[in-house]
Structure formats: structure tokens, C-alpha cells
């Protein structure tokens, strides 16, 4: 491994311009802010996927690897992701670190809550709470209307007992109990404002924004109310900071920000890929799940918040997950890959539709016969889209030098990405757009509660958009059963609420959870810690 000191030099920032923390350098606020407002250097390449299997298809892999190929054909290259919330690192998912001969490292501490970031993120989100429900407690005017508080805890574990609970059965002097509830610290909107935040001033300004809930007679309430918002950003004052660490062959690797991609908007922070496109030639960025979740939402939501757009996209595959969206009742295994075929070629539809310049890219696992691969190769090609067989897991950089020459001449072609909806359109046409255009079905259906809600944030003066749409990965519609390419469907609407420090409307299809439970047979029950220290079983 190389020193990271040296990693930072290739970023152009010297020794004394960094902080050591945990295993990562971190990039002070003032330096990445007077780097990143400098015309930009790089092209941004935006990975994204098919409809995954719940175990994912090696989407962070593959923007690993490809960060190297990139880097070994003698380009500036830096990724960017996400930090991995340690929910799916002990539920199903696993780590979110690469693996095999591309990874990030240090892996172990990446996974296992790393520099601390999602850890102040749920302080400051609880440390909010805390005041409300203080301001309660004392009986501080104006008194808040119950029913309506909107403001969550949060919880960087997946824990289904928390989703709905009762708080404030204090012994020590009487108090109305009332309703409330936990969210995975990976969906709250502490994080979402972390991960979109311009700089300390800019985070102070949103975590006033965000709303609580309202008084007896009607007035919203929100952070700067409660004189929170000061405090919050104290609590995240390093969280902000992006980290720097490597990949497994020294290629630069900005690890910050943790929004999940199917409740929040999925993708690293703004201030990892701002500087990274100021000191970079090509900027990696993973957006999380599919194109219907993360890539849909970089390029509606994250890009023009940001000021960037996508120069080309990588479309990650695997004949596993192509099979699992083919499978019918009952089974038809010879049919299972054409079917699922029908999955690709709608996601294809949806970088088109984004304006995102596509690749395939089949992430090679060793359990697809040559047959199979060479028809997901015929048919990108009868579509006129590159298609690259990614051996990073067994090869590193140099199983993806393909994908990076691939890429590189996309990028070349000038395509940029654009939002499929405007900044004044309503949520009912927003959701509409998305629905039609990207998830191939007809229509919403709208929940008279979501509806009430919705009229609730307007007289609030809340805006209606962007929408940051919460719905199950699994499934391009709002269905996890639903698997290939459904049509005809319609996504039932079960709640809306507004993120406003975030700037963004969440909608909520379905049966999505803001805090996950975990499966039968977690991960966490595989991880284990040897007499030396090491962190046995975490994949």
C-alpha cells in the first residue's frame, strides 16, 4: 500500500493539508471549498445497475476497479463513494468495500464505522430530538401539537422494533407519553444534508430548515426554533470533512456521505465529488441500487443541486442477477436469462431517457456459461451499446482496462446527462414522469393520507420538488415480486413527507421501511473478532 500522504499529493495537496483520522486522511472544509470552486478538470462517470438480487451485483466493485483501469492508462482518476452503513454490514448486504483485487482500505474499518461520520450524523438527529422533546418536558412555549411531530431518532443498525414506539414514560415527573419512531441513520435527513451541505455555513442553514412540526394553533416549527441548529453542525464538524483513503493498488478514494439509494438520494457527498472533478480527469461515482434508484436520482436530484452533469455511465450486470429477474412460477430456467434480458433493456432505456452515454459492463462471477455471456453481448450490441466483460475481482486494474477504454471514448462522444422534470413542475407530475419513464409503468395511485400530506407541506410553503423517491430495490416498480420488466403496473403513494433542510420531497411507495429489519440468518452472526484483532467473516 502506498503512504497516504503520497495518495494526497496525486490531489495536490500537500502533508500539512490534511488531517490523520481513523485510518483516512481528512480534507478540511476551507481546502476542499477553495479547491472546488476552481474550474473543474474532470468528467464524472456515473455507475449504476440492473435490478439487483438482495445480495447486489458488484456495482462498488466495478467503480473500483474502473477507477484503477483508469489510473494504470495513465489518467488522474478518483472514486467516490458512499460509507457503508453498518445496517446492511451485519444484515444482508454485507460491506460495501469491493472485494477480491479491488477494494478500498482499509476494509475492515470502512465498514465498521470508519471516521465516525455516520455516528455524528445520529447524534446530531437525536441531540434534535433530545430538544424537542425537552421543550416538552418543561412545558416551553409554544406548545407543540403531538399529532404532528415529525422529527425522528436515528439508529445506524437495522432494527425493526423501533420503527413505531412510545417515549417519555419518565419516572420522574409526569409527563404525556407520546408516539414516535426510529430511522436507519443512512436515511435520515441529518445524513442527506451532510452528504448535499456546501460548506459549515450552508449545513448551518439547512439544519434550521429542517421541519419539526407544528404548534396548537397551526405554526410549523422548525430546527432554528429550537435554537439546534449551531450545536448539530458542532457535532459534524469533522463529519464534513471528506476522507481519503485508497484503493488496493493506491488509486485515490474519497469515502464520504452515506444516504441509502432506495429511502434517500444515494451517492457520495457534494464536497468528495466537487473536488474530485477539480483535481481529477475522471471522477468514478456510484449511485446506489439501480438506474430506476440512484442514477435517476443523481441526475434529477444531486446534479443540478451541485451544478454537474454525468459525461458517461457505466450500467453494471451480472447473468445471476439477469436470470433471478427472468424466474416464473413455475420455473423455466431455459427462458430465465432471455427474459431477464427484458431488465436490461428497460434500465438501458432509462440512461437514454437521462441522457447518460451508456456502458454495460458484466461483472464476471465465475458461475456464467460463455453461451450466456455471449448473448447479453449480442444483444447491447444490436442496441449500439458498449459492452465490456469487468474481470476487476479476479484482475484489479488490469481487468479493467477495457472498461476504462470503453468509457473514456463514450466520454469522448460529448453526451451530458439532464433532468427528465423542472424545478416548478408539481409532485403529481414529477412522480408521474418517473413512474412513466423510468419505471415503465402507468400511473400513481394516490393514498388520501399522502394526499393530505401533500396539502399539508403546501400551506406550509414547502415546494413540491425534486422528489426523492423511497421504494423497494428489488423490483423496477414498487413491488419487490414484480421482477423483469412489469408493465401496466401503478406505485401506490403511502406517504410523503419533506426533507427541507435536504431540499427535497421524499415519497414513499409501497411498503418501503426508513428503518430495515434485519433477515432471518444476519451477517452479524458470521462476523467475529480474532485474538489479534482481526475481524474475521466480513464480506
Given at each position: 500500500?502506498?503512504?497516504?500522504?503520497?495518495?494526497?499529493?496525486?490531489?495536490?495537496?500537500?502533508?500539512?493539508?490534511?488531517?490523520?483520522?481513523?485510518?483516512?486522511?481528512?480534507?478540511?472544509?476551507?481546502?476542499?471549498?477553495?479547491?472546488?470552486?476552481?474550474?473543474?478538470?474532470?468528467?464524472?462517470?456515473?455507475?449504476?445497475?440492473?435490478?439487483?438480487?438482495?445480495?447486489?451485483?458488484?456495482?462498488?466493485?466495478?467503480?473500483?476497479?474502473?477507477?484503477?483501469?483508469?489510473?494504470?492508462?495513465?489518467?488522474?482518476?478518483?472514486?467516490?463513494?458512499?460509507?457503508?452503513?453498518?445496517?446492511?454490514?451485519?444484515?444482508?448486504?454485507?460491506?460495501?468495500?469491493?472485494?477480491?483485487?479491488?477494494?478500498?482500505?482499509?476494509?475492515?474499518?470502512?465498514?465498521?464505522?470508519?471516521?465516525?461520520?455516520?455516528?455524528?450524523?445520529?447524534?446530531?438527529?437525536?441531540?434534535?430530538?433530545?430538544?424537542?422533546?425537552?421543550?416538552?418536558?418543561?412545558?416551553?412555549?409554544?406548545?407543540?401539537?403531538?399529532?404532528?411531530?415529525?422529527?425522528?431518532?436515528?439508529?445506524?443498525?437495522?432494527?425493526?422494533?423501533?420503527?413505531?414506539?412510545?417515549?417519555?414514560?419518565?419516572?420522574?415527573?409526569?409527563?404525556?407519553?407520546?408516539?414516535?419512531?426510529?430511522?436507519?441513520?443512512?436515511?435520515?435527513?441529518?445524513?442527506?444534508?451532510?452528504?448535499?451541505?456546501?460548506?459549515?455555513?450552508?449545513?448551518?442553514?439547512?439544519?434550521?430548515?429542517?421541519?419539526?412540526?407544528?404548534?396548537?394553533?397551526?405554526?410549523?416549527?422548525?430546527?432554528?426554533?429550537?435554537?439546534?441548529?449551531?450545536?448539530?453542525?458542532?457535532?459534524?464538524?469533522?463529519?464534513?470533512?471528506?476522507?481519503?483513503?485508497?484503493?488496493?493498488?493506491?488509486?485515490?478514494?474519497?469515502?464520504?456521505?452515506?444516504?441509502?439509494?432506495?429511502?434517500?438520494?444515494?451517492?457520495?457527498?457534494?464536497?468528495?465529488?466537487?473536488?474530485?472533478?477539480?483535481?481529477?480527469?475522471?471522477?468514478?461515482?456510484?449511485?446506489?441500487?439501480?438506474?430506476?434508484?440512484?442514477?435517476?436520482?443523481?441526475?434529477?436530484?444531486?446534479?443540478?443541486?451541485?451544478?454537474?452533469?454525468?459525461?458517461?455511465?457505466?450500467?453494471?450486470?451480472?447473468?445471476?442477477?439477469?436470470?433471478?429477474?427472468?424466474?416464473?412460477?413455475?420455473?423455466?430456467?431455459?427462458?430465465?436469462?432471455?427474459?431477464?434480458?427484458?431488465?436490461?433493456?428497460?434500465?438501458?432505456?432509462?440512461?437514454?431517457?437521462?441522457?447518460?452515454?451508456?456502458?454495460?459492463?458484466?461483472?464476471?462471477?465465475?458461475?456464467?456459461?460463455?453461451?450466456?455471456?455471449?448473448?447479453?453481448?449480442?444483444?447491447?450490441?444490436?442496441?449500439?451499446?458498449?459492452?465490456?466483460?469487468?474481470?476487476?475481482?479476479?484482475?484489479g486494474a488490469e481487468g479493467a482496462l477495457d472498461l476504462a477504454d470503453a468509457v473514456r471514448r463514450r466520454a469522448d462522444e460529448g453526451v451530458r446527462s439532464r433532468p427528465i422534470y423542472g424545478p416548478g413542475d408539481s409532485a403529481e407530475a414529477i412522480l408521474d414522469q418517473i413512474v412513466r419513464r423510468i419505471y415503465g409503468g402507468k400511473g400513481a395511485v394516490w393514498s388520501e393520507e399522502a394526499l393530505a400530506q401533500l396539502e399539508r407541506l403546501r400551506r406550509d410553503g414547502e415546494p413540491d420538488g425534486p422528489l426523492c423517491v423511497a421504494k423497494t430495490a428489488l423490483s423496477l416498480s414498487a413491488d419487490a415480486r414484480l421482477r423483469g420488466r412489469p408493465a401496466g403496473f401503478e406505485v401506490p403513494v403511502r406517504a410523503v413527507t419533506?426533507?427541507?433542510?435536504?431540499?427535497?420531497?421524499?415519497?414513499?411507495?409501497?411498503?418501503?421501511?426508513?428503518?430495515?429489519?434485519?433477515?432471518?440468518?444476519?451477517?452479524?452472526?458470521?462476523?467475529?473478532?480474532?485474538?489479534?484483532?482481526?475481524?474475521?467473516?466480513?464480506?
Amino acid at each position: 500500500m502506498r503512504s497516504l500522504v503520497e495518495v494526497a499529493r496525486d490531489l495536490g495537496l500537500g502533508p500539512d493539508e490534511t488531517l490523520p483520522y481513523a485510518g483516512a486522511l481528512k480534507i478540511p472544509v476551507g481546502r476542499v471549498r477553495s479547491v472546488a470552486d476552481r474550474p473543474r478538470r474532470g468528467r464524472l462517470i456515473l455507475v449504476t445497475a440492473t435490478t439487483p438480487t438482495p445480495q447486489g451485483e458488484g456495482k462498488t466493485v466495478t467503480a473500483i476497479g474502473l477507477a484503477m483501469g483508469l489510473r494504470a492508462r495513465g489518467l488522474a482518476s478518483v472514486v467516490c463513494l458512499r460509507q457503508p452503513s453498518m445496517g446492511p454490514v451485519f444484515g444482508v448486504k454485507g460491506g460495501a468495500t469491493g472485494g477480491g483485487r479491488a477494494t478500498v482500505e482499509p476494509q475492515a474499518d470502512i465498514n465498521l464505522g470508519f471516521t465516525g461520520d455516520l455516528e455524528a450524523a445520529g447524534a446530531a438527529q437525536n441531540l434534535l430530538a433530545a430538544l424537542v422533546d425537552n421543550h416538552r418536558y418543561h412545558q416551553t412555549p409554544p406548545q407543540l401539537d403531538d399529532r404532528t411531530l415529525e422529527w425522528p431518532r436515528a439508529l445506524d443498525v437495522e432494527d425493526r422494533a423501533l420503527r413505531r414506539i412510545e417515549i417519555g414514560r419518565s419516572p420522574a415527573r409526569p409527563w404525556s407519553p407520546r408516539e414516535s419512531r426510529f430511522v436507519i441513520t443512512a436515511a435520515s435527513e441529518v445524513t442527506a444534508i451532510l452528504g448535499l451541505a456546501r460548506d459549515y455555513r450552508d449545513l448551518k442553514e439547512r439544519l434550521g430548515r429542517v421541519r419539526i412540526g407544528h404548534t396548537i394553533d397551526g405554526r410549523l416549527l422548525r430546527g432554528h426554533d429550537f435554537g439546534a441548529e449551531g450545536a448539530m453542525a458542532a457535532v459534524l464538524r469533522r463529519a464534513m470533512a471528506p476522507n481519503l483513503v485508497q484503493t488496493s493498488d493506491g488509486t485515490p478514494a474519497l469515502i464520504h456521505g452515506g444516504p441509502f439509494g432506495n429511502i434517500a438520494h444515494g451517492t457520495a457527498s457534494r464536497l468528495a465529488i466537487e473536488f474530485a472533478l477539480a483535481t481529477a480527469d475522471f471522477v468514478v461515482v456510484e449511485a446506489g441500487f439501480a438506474t430506476d434508484l440512484g442514477a435517476e436520482k443523481f441526475v434529477d436530484l444531486v446534479a443540478p443541486a451541485i451544478g454537474v452533469e454525468v459525461s458517461a455511465g457505466v450500467l453494471v450486470t451480472t447473468v445471476r442477477s439477469l436470470r433471478h429477474q427472468g424466474e416464473t412460477v413455475p420455473p423455466d430456467p431455459a427462458g430465465e436469462l432471455s427474459r431477464g434480458l427484458d431488465n436490461l433493456a428497460q434500465h438501458l432505456e432509462n440512461l437514454a431517457t437521462l441522457r447518460v452515454a451508456a456502458v454495460v459492463a458484466l461483472n464476471r462471477r465465475g458461475d456464467e456459461a460463455p453461451e450466456e455471456v455471449d448473448a447479453v453481448r449480442r444483444f447491447c450490441e444490436a442496441r449500439g451499446v458498449p459492452f465490456v466483460v469487468s474481470e476487476v475481482y479476479r484482475s484489479g486494474a488490469e481487468g479493467a482496462l477495457d472498461l476504462a477504454d470503453a468509457v473514456r471514448r463514450r466520454a469522448d462522444e460529448g453526451v451530458r446527462s439532464r433532468p427528465i422534470y423542472g424545478p416548478g413542475d408539481s409532485a403529481e407530475a414529477i412522480l408521474d414522469q418517473i413512474v412513466r419513464r423510468i419505471y415503465g409503468g402507468k400511473g400513481a395511485v394516490w393514498s388520501e393520507e399522502a394526499l393530505a400530506q401533500l396539502e399539508r407541506l403546501r400551506r406550509d410553503g414547502e415546494p413540491d420538488g425534486p422528489l426523492c423517491v423511497a421504494k423497494t430495490a428489488l423490483s423496477l416498480s414498487a413491488d419487490a415480486r414484480l421482477r423483469g420488466r412489469p408493465a401496466g403496473f401503478e406505485v401506490p403513494v403511502r406517504a410523503v413527507t419533506r426533507s427541507a433542510g435536504a431540499g427535497f420531497t421524499v415519497v414513499h411507495l409501497g411498503t418501503i421501511e426508513t428503518m430495515p429489519g434485519l433477515p432471518k440468518e444476519p451477517a452479524a452472526r458470521q462476523i467475529d473478532l480474532a485474538d489479534d484483532g482481526t475481524v474475521l467473516n466480513l464480506h
